[in-house]
């Protein structure tokens, strides 16, 4: 029935109940609800008995916000039975999948409200997956990768997690990275020139919508990045400035902007070692956690940014 009410019309009366639920009484909904959930925040809203997913930005915010609120209650509430996390990835696909919504949910749109509405819930889970890296490891030193502690009883709340180490980390790191930079290039007119915003006098909330939602996209995607690379360091016993990281990092990067320019319009070669530049500076820039800013400037040395970053305050 809370279901039924979140998924119609009447959305906000669903997501105000369960919110009370949450935040007064300490109830969480059961797992066939949080699948349900997941997959909302993964392809959108559908109806109900419906096979066939849709935009609804107003739905897709309000279960956004619950979800929020649910993996922030897991520092606090477990599951009964096997001390689970409340909300949690089930397999390496949820996390590809919010991962990579930049692209698949935008795929064929230039501008416009679809686009707008796309952006939007890649932003969501792009948030949703940054958020649960954070709260899974909220009980660790992210400035230290010596003094981490993940065993098997640590990793038993630790979904995201869990699945990233089950996987690979190291290809997990690459798969991140990949993701992050066709979702910079692709939406690379939002991002780095407002969508041509400020020369402009008569934007459209969806043109202003497209810039807000592809950097909150991407910030969120560079704050998965920067814990998937600590958790690389935890691996292989190396501090997060080792150039072995960034190695990763940088090698997944450049081939894949390489490989994204080829969709990009033909530029001259000045207006082209100009882009690859500014592409290179925001993405190092949305890797925005501070325990990775000594990763951020050994990769600024690595694609001949340094200079670049010591302008906006970034040394060694």
């Not at 916000?65 to 949690?88: E, N, P, W």
């Not at 890649?122 to 400035?143: C, N, P, V, W």
Request: charged residues 25%.
């Amino acid at each position: 029935m809370i279901w039924c009410a979140l998924n119609s019309p009447e959305a906000q009366t669903g997501s105000n109940f369960l919110r009370d639920l949450l935040f007064v009484h300490d109830s969480v909904p059961p797992s066939t609800m949080v699948q349900k959930f997941w997959d909302l925040m993964k392809f959108g809203p559908k109806g109900e008995g419906s096979s066939v997913y849709f935009k609804d930005p107003h739905r897709t915010e309000l279960a956004a916000q619950y979800v929020y609120g649910l993996v922030s209650a897991s520092s606090r509430l477990v599951r009964r039975g096997d001390s689970g996390a409340l909300f949690g990835p089930s397999s390496w696909d949820d996390i590809e999948v919010l991962s990579s919504q930049s692209i698949v949910q935008t795929e064929n749109m230039i501008s416009g409200r679809r686009l707008a509405q796309g952006l939007q819930l890649a932003a969501r889970g792009a948030k949703l997956l940054s958020l649960l890296f954070l709260t899974e490891l909220q009980g660790q030193d992210l400035y230290s990768t010596s003094s981490a502690t993940l065993d098997s009883t640590a990793l038993k709340s630790m979904p995201t997690v869990r699945l990233v180490k089950t996987y690979g980390v190291r290809k997990g790191l690459k798969a991140a990275v990949e993701h992050m930079t066709k979702c910079l290039v692709r939406h690379s007119r939002w991002i780095m020139d407002s969508g041509g915003l400020e020369q402009s006098a008569s934007a459209s909330p969806s043109d202003e919508s497209c810039c807000l939602e592809a950097r909150v996209c991407l910030d969120n995607l560079g704050s998965a990045i920067c814990v998937i690379a600590w958790l690389f360091c935890v691996e292989e016993r190396i501090p997060i400035k080792d150039h072995s990281v960034a190695f990763v990092i940088r090698d997944a990067f450049l081939v894949e902007m390489e490989r994204s320019l080829e969709d990009v319009p033909e530029m001259n070669e000045r207006n082209k070692k100009k882009f690859d530049r500014k592409l290179k500076m925001y993405f190092l820039l949305s890797l925005m956690e501070e325990f990775a800013t000594p990763m951020v400037m050994t990769l600024g040395k690595m694609i001949g940014v340094e200079d670049d970053l010591a302008l906006v305050g970034l040394v060694a």
